[in-house]
């Protein structure tokens, strides 16, 4: 098959891939509520799962995206898949806080830092034209991922108990994701950097060290910290807190549907916009809109209020996400594309560690998650002025992957 051609493949692979593995991490929202019932173990215990799951994964995104630049971003994206298959069904068998948090927080974690950020690389790799739709379309996966994996595992733990519900995640995510992970093949803008390189009058390559240094890095972690820690809390506790507003569990869940559809649709518009008017003026513009938007959720009671604001919510949050990606990929070498991605993903892990984490407490405390949301406005707030200070890197290296 053609690379022109291929590269669509990939942009499907990768989609599938990002689409089961952001599900079955992000289960875990609507199994909280059936494990306190089982279990007695508080709704912190379980938030904090996912807050060392965010936690592993952004230790564990900038190893393996440096991994995936010496050995190829398939071997890793197949081992992640078959250790996220496994951690899954192990922690359908967990019998206590501690361990739960354990296997579904460390294990899961790093098995998605495996996945994504050597995914995102790879992706960034087989485009230069329709960069910015193309990273946007293999990241909706992971906005499919409400509207798929969710509604599954809700109507599972509605019918069965969420120990066999989340060992049939597991299988589902074995059979699914590990055929996919074969489809990853290397990137033929690695080929080009080497012959570049290799010619004559070539300039001195930049290194990993001056890369990880430059302004244009640094900004890119900050933006992203800032920018999940201010979604992470909305996206993990938002069915919790309509179910504490008396709206039905099955109910609620569509409210991520809901996200999931915008987020979509979020997704391709940004893209477009990305490639038409500069993903660095996209990004700041979109983190705006996420800040004010996330404000939004303190005043909604009403399923109908959660849709609106949701729709909103995910078209913003989703949209912008991809845009890091390639701003990257616009400012420095694939040949550490693995590296870089998993950067900027370590940073946002550590945001998105800090909202199930607070959230939690929030309501364990206040028995309310209204101050979550005020909380959420001002980081968003911060990550838009970080973002203004963006400045790009001279592309010494950054050449066409296929024209």
């Known amino acids: 098959m053609r690379e022109d051609t291929y590269r669509w493949v990939i942009v499907a692979a990768g989609g599938l ?97 495996a996945i994504l950020p050597p995914l ?11 960069r910015s739709l193309a990273v946007s379309l293999a990241s909706a996966g992971m906005g ?36 996919l992970a074969l489809f990853i093949r290397r990137p033929p803008a690695l080929q080009e950097e080497q012959l570049l390189a290799g010619g004559s009058g070539a300039s001195a390559p930049m290194s990993v060290g001056t890369a990880m240094k430059s ?50 649709g979020g997704r391709v518009a940004f893209g477009v916009m990305g490639d038409r008017f500069g993903a660095k003026n996209i990004l700041a513009l979109g983190l705006l809109a996420q800040a004010v938007v996330a404000f939004f959720f303190f005043f909604v009671r009403q399923l109908e209020s959660f849709y609106a604001v ?41 945001g998105m560690a800090l909202g199930p984490w607070a959230g939690g407490l929030i309501y364990d405390t206040f028995a309310t998650y209204t101050w979550l949301y005020l909380g959420a406005c001002g980081l968003g707030l911060g990550a838009f002025l970080i973002a203004l200070t963006f400045k790009p890197f001279p592309q010494v290296e950054a050449r066409p992957a296929i024209a």
């Open 17 to 113: 891939l990002g689409c089961m593995a952001i599900g079955s991490m992000f289960t875990l929202p609507v199994f909280i509520h059936p494990i306190v019932k089982d279990t007695g173990w508080s709704v912190t215990d379980i938030s904090t799962a996912m807050t060392v799951a965010f936690l592993a994964m952004a230790l564990g995104s900038m190893a393996f995206g440096s991994l995936s630049d010496r050995i190829g971003a398939r071997p890793v994206v197949l081992m992640g898949s078959a250790v996220l298959a496994i951690s899954l069904a192990w922690t359908s068998r967990t019998t206590s806080a501690f361990e739960f948090q354990l296997i579904f927080g460390l294990v899961v974690g790093l098995s998605i830092a």
């Open 120 to 130: 995102m690389a790879s992706v960034m790799g087989w485009f230069d034209t329709q």
């Open 144 to 179: 499919m991922a409400p509207m798929t994996v969710s509604p599954f595992a809700a109507w599972l733990v509605s019918h069965y108990n969420w120990r066999l519900s989340m060992l049939v995640i597991a299988g589902l995510a074995a059979i699914t994701m590990i055929p």
């Open 215 to 264: 302004w244009p890095f640094i900004v890119l972690m900050l933006t992203n910290f800032f920018c999940c820690a201010t979604h992470s809390g909305p996206i993990f506790h938002t069915v919790g807190y309509a179910v504490s507003c008396g709206i039905p569990l099955v109910a609620a869940v569509t409210i991520y549907s809901v996200e999931g559809l915008a987020g979509l």
């Open 310 to 350: 949701a729709a909103m919510f995910g078209f913003v949050y989703a949209g912008v996400m991809p845009l890091y990606a390639v701003l990257a990929r616009e400012n420095f070498p694939q040949r550490m594309m693995g590296t870089i991605i998993g950067g900027t993903g370590m940073a946002g892990g550590l």
